[in-house]
């Protein structure tokens, strides 16, 4: 069978899609990102990826955040939406806002990890390749690098957007020392860091509790949010055990051990107030993320189109009145 054309819905900006300003810059981000981490490789079929990044452009998503070693297996995400790029994609390409990360295991041997020049430059040459892309909108730091001298790292990231090959840098998981300086190196050197990502969410407050969220808005960053769902949990998929479909089953990143019974009873509560609320957990989780004027974006990964469909509609309500957000501290942090 032959594929349809694709052509992108004429309403796509009239969707609901909120857009964000990230930092002190000219982007605007969709306030839903999608993340091509565990649902994009080369174990999941091209015609439900195609469906998904179709549906999610289609509402208004134009940022598509990816890594080096996206999968599984590494590289097979950015393969993937390499295709898709290729074949669909390609028109509207001055609309999208594509991402992609090195720094974590990649290939064989010391240049295939962490943060060195060789490292990063070889690696963003890769995935321009893979992805069918002259460029990307923003290349990140997936990670700090102990042992690379903090300036080799963060100068090539400068010399990268020099070069043509990204419009902007980011960085991510920094802890706050090394991304101070980070922020300030980057703005003497007339690149100044458009994003910082780190993962938070509800059972995950480090941006708050490191002072990351404050850093990145004193600095003119702007800060997106990834595992807003905490790999899951934050869902109605395991309130009664553990579906045969899951990411603990299918035994991922995500353990069986995370789900404690005291986690247990923490979903099972959150998950009344959400219905309360008129959400569902997923819904609520994002909402409470979305809710900080602070945070730009939060990064979704989606298995199906029904279920990136569910997330979306946590932009209906973004608003929490004060009993709200203490009975969810008090869930959360008890």
């Not at 999941?44 to 999968?71: E, P, V």
């Not at 090959?165 to 101070?180: D, H, N, R, T």
């Not at 994003?195 to 969220?213: K, M, S, V």
Request: include cysteine.
């Amino acid at each position: 069978m032959i594929d349809e054309v694709y052509a992108a819905a004429p309403s796509r900006y009239e969707s609901g899609m909120e857009y964000r300003r990230a930092g002190k810059s000219g982007i605007l981000l969709p306030a839903v990102s999608l993340g091509l981490w565990h649902n994009f490789g080369d174990v999941d079929t091209l015609s439900l990826s195609r469906k998904k990044l179709h549906y999610a452009f289609d509402h208004g998503i134009t940022h598509i955040d990816l890594a080096n070693n996206y999968g599984p297996s590494y590289g097979s995400a950015e393969e993937t939406f390499g295709q898709v790029m290729r074949k669909s994609l390609a028109p509207y390409r001055d609309e999208l806002f594509i991402s992609t990360k090195a720094g974590h295991d990649m290939w064989p041997g010391p240049y295939g990890t962490w943060c060195s020049r060789k490292s990063l430059m070889a690696s963003l040459d890769q995935s321009l390749k893979r992805m069918c892309l002259d460029y990307v909108d923003i290349f990140y730091c997936h990670r700090h690098d102990p042992q690379t001298p903090l300036d080799e790292t963060l100068q090539a990231l400068v010399d990268i957007v020099r070069s043509g090959k990204a419009l902007y840098v980011g960085i991510s998981k920094f802890p706050p020392e090394a991304a101070a300086y980070a922020y300030q190196y980057l703005r003497a050197h007339d690149t100044p860091c458009l994003l910082y990502q780190g993962r938070y969410n509800l059972f995950n407050r480090e941006p708050e509790e490191q002072g990351i969220l404050r850093q990145a808005a004193e600095q003119g960053s702007g800060f997106i949010a990834f595992s807003p769902l905490a790999q899951g949990l934050l869902t109605d998929r395991y309130l009664n055990g553990i579906p045969d479909d899951s990411r603990i089953a299918r035994g991922g990143f995500l353990k069986k051990e995370s789900l404690t019974e005291a986690a247990l009873q923490k979903i099972r509560r959150l998950n009344a107030l959400a219905q309360r609320r008129g959400q569902t957990l997923a819904e609520m989780a994002l909402a409470w993320l979305l809710k900080d004027a602070a945070v730009t974006s939060v990064i979704v990964g989606a298995s199906s189109v029904e279920q990136l469909a569910d997330n979306l509609k946590a932009l209906r309500s973004t608003a929490f009145d004060a009993e709200e957000l203490q009975e969810i501290d008090t869930i959360c942090k008890g």
